[in-house]
């Protein structure tokens, strides 16, 4: 049984990250597309987008026929929105179930990210959090770091 990535990304951070992982190995992806495009621009975005991560806004995501079951560990990622996950990610979880899967969690910030990570882990309480990572979108660094650390978990030298 093989990885999936799964990551929601606006601005192309994330997708970034997850292109770099997928050079380095051999693992499936789902990227989660919101119904409506992400419309605001500006301070707009961080107003409204951090209001509504704040408030546990869900927006409707699109489907996806991929079959959670044929995998035995997953890999979430998701830039860091007022300090939580993404609203994206919120639908996404609501939406389906993780229990006793095996996650390694990802967050992408710009500056602080503090408390991201045990939102997201409260959010899967039922889940098998194997490991975390906090990345900074400017420190290409952390980038590779996350890929070393993978590569020792998944025995790869
Ligand atoms: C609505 C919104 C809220 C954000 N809130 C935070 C924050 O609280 N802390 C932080 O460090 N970065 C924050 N950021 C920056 C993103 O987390 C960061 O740039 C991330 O890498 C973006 O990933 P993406 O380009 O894949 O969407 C925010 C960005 C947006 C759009």
């Given amino acids: 049984m093989s990885t999936l990535i799964v990551y929601y990304s606006l601005t192309g951070h994330v997708k970034n990250l997850v292109k770099k992982i997928e050079d380095n190995f051999d693992f499936d992806t789902l990227e989660i597309k919101t119904k409506s ?13 951090g209001f509504q991560s704040l408030n ?8 996806t ?8 560990k997953f890999i979430f990622i998701t ?5 939580g996950y993404a609203p994206a990610f919120n639908s996404f979880l609501t939406k389906y179930d993780f229990a006793n899967k095996e996650i ?9 990210n503090d408390s991201a990570i045990e939102k997201f ?6 889940s098998k959090i194997t490991n975390s990572f ?5 420190k290409n660094e952390e980038i590779d770091l996350v890929i070393e650390s993978l590569k020792n978990s998944y025995g790869m030298f």
């Fill in 37 to 49: 495009d992400f419309q605001y621009k500006g301070p707009l975005k961080f107003i409204v987008g």
């Fill in 65 to 72: 026929n991929v079959n959670f079951n044929n995998y035995s």
């Fill in 79 to 83: 830039p860091i929105w007022a300090g």
């Fill in 104 to 112: 390694i969690l990802i967050t992408s910030s710009g500056a602080s």
């Fill in 134 to 138: 906090s990345i900074h979108d400017k």
């Fill in 121 to 126: 882990k409260q959010k899967l309480p039922m």
């Fill in 56 to 63: 546990g806004y869900c927006p409707a995501i699109q489907d």
